[in-house]
């Protein structure tokens, strides 16, 4: 008997329009404003690349509408645009809202939605369309970050106020996340501990990987 096909799932890539001054500040001291601009743009491209080889669609998420002049982000949309990626904005006030009301919106349409930032290129393809498959039998996934935060999270069912209340930026995130999706009645698995770049050190390991 063929198999049937698998439940359409969504990556949702979340990042930050790239200025000078605004992106990637914990490298500044090293790379300084501009430096720091532009690993931010190689980072948002790395973590692109590595979600298209995944086979699933992409969308891609700014945390503000997308400017007529884009300046430092020209890169980033030309290889958006050769792709046919649609790009969107992410709406609210924390993190916490503003991924929730993305995976709502995504779960319309598709069976399974996943955030991942644009400074986790350690998410590779493998890691992600594992966590694609975890959903099948969880509400929600997460990827662990060594910092004690997360570089993925990825839901099948969500539920409102699943990720309030929680103190982004902390090492506590990824604990407090977990106890509000408990608190909101969610299952959710955890995969294996990956990495982000926050630290100097970080873009170091970065530029190792390549």
Aim: charged share 25%.
């Amino acid at each position: 008997m063929p198999q049937s096909n698998p439940p359409a799932a969504v990556f949702l890539q979340f990042a930050k329009w790239p200025e000078a001054g605004r992106v990637k500040t914990r490298l500044m001291p090293e790379l300084g404003a501009v430096g720091a601009l532009e690993a931010h743009v190689r980072l948002t491209l790395a973590v692109l690349d590595n979600l298209c080889a995944t086979g699933y669609p992409v969308e891609f998420w700014w945390d503000r509408p997308v400017d007529d002049r884009p300046g430092e982000a020209a890169s980033i949309i030309e290889e958006l645009d050769a792709a046919g990626l649609m790009q969107g904005v992410q709406e609210g006030s924390t993190l916490g809202q503003r991924m929730y009301r993305a995976l709502s919106l995504s779960l319309q349409d598709y069976d399974r939605a996943l955030v991942v930032g644009s400074d986790c290129p350690s998410v590779d393809p493998d890691y992600a369309r594992n966590a694609v498959a975890l959903l099948k039998d969880y509400d929600v996934v997460l990827g662990p970050s060594d910092d004690g935060g997360y570089v993925l999270i990825g839901a099948s069912r969500v539920a409102e106020g699943m990720l309030d209340d929680i103190a982004w930026g902390t090492p506590e995130v990824l604990a407090q996340t977990c106890e509000r999706l408990k608190a909101s009645g969610l299952s959710y698995c955890l995969l294996e501990p990956r990495w982000d770049v926050d630290e100097p050190e970080d873009w170091a390991r970065f530029l190792r990987t390549l």
